[in-house]
């Protein structure tokens, strides 16, 4: 995993199995899990969301299977 912050944009990268597109596009409903056998709700992600939006924080993710998945937050 890395995380860096540049300026005002933090970025996470991690190196697991990542997610293809269709997924990528729910992770932020209510109560999506990818993986129905992992504890949870499902709620954590569209919470981040939320308050992202919120807060006026730009939210962006990138993944690809078996590669992995970016997490990009960009403050004001």
């Known amino acids: 995993m890395d995380i860096n912050i540049n300026e005002r944009t933090l970025t996470i990268r ?16 209510k109560y999506y899990q990818s993986n129905k056998n992992m504890q949870g709700f499902g709620i954590g992600l569209s919470m981040v969301k939320r308050f992202c939006d919120k807060n006026e924080i730009a939210l962006s993710f990138q993944s690809k299977p078996q590669i992995g998945t970016t997490v990009e937050l960009k403050f004001k």
């Open 14 to 29: 991690d190196y697991g199995i990542g997610m293809d597109e269709v997924e990528l596009l729910q992770i932020f409903d």
